[in-house]
């Protein structure tokens, strides 16, 4: 069965919001650097990597079904975050906000009896579930330490080893 063009142009959507996001931690990596949090820096940039992934999946996905990638404009990330909690909060809430998008593409996957998409959209279901929970998990330790610098520094030797 040929992919619809409507399920086509919402994956080529998705496909830019998956490059934003991993545009949005590269920025928080580089903000993390520059504060000298090298451990909560070295997790951005992971999640900037598994962010590009989670794109050329879709890509792949296309391609598979014989349809058209385009390749998009990519927005440019907020720079400065006030301190890390703020930054952590930022990243869960656009990965709340990705989880909207990824139910959305369900739905319409649903709506189409797109069998295959939906099959390959359970993937991003159960991800943005543990992206939630990682980033979730983070803010709550944070905001435990309100903003105490040794524990800070703890929490930064801990994410150093993702
Ligand atoms: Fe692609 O999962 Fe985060 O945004």
Request: glycine fraction near 4%; hydrophobic fraction near 40%; charged fraction near 30%.
């Amino acid at each position: 069965m040929k992919i619809s063009d409507a399920m086509v142009s919402a994956i080529n959507d998705q496909i830019k919001a998956e490059f934003d996001s991993a545009y949005i931690y590269l920025a928080m990596s580089a903000y993390f650097k520059d504060a000298g949090l090298d451990g909560m820096a070295h997790w951005m940039k992971k999640q900037y990597t598994e962010e590009v992934e989670h794109a050329e999946k879709f890509i792949a996905y296309l391609y598979e079904r014989g349809a058209r990638v385009i390749i998009p404009d990519v927005a440019k990330p907020k720079e400065s975050y006030t301190d890390a909690l703020e930054a952590f909060k930022a990243a869960y809430a656009h990965e709340q906000y990705v989880t909207s998008r990824i139910y959305k593409l369900v739905d319409l996957a649903i709506s189409e009896k797109d069998y295959a998409t939906q099959s390959m959209l359970k993937w991003y279901v159960d991800e943005q579930m543990e992206e939630e929970d990682n980033t979730s998990s983070i803010v709550a330790k944070l905001e435990y330490l309100g903003g105490d610098k040794h524990g800070t520094y703890i929490v930064d030797r801990e994410l150093a080893s993702r």
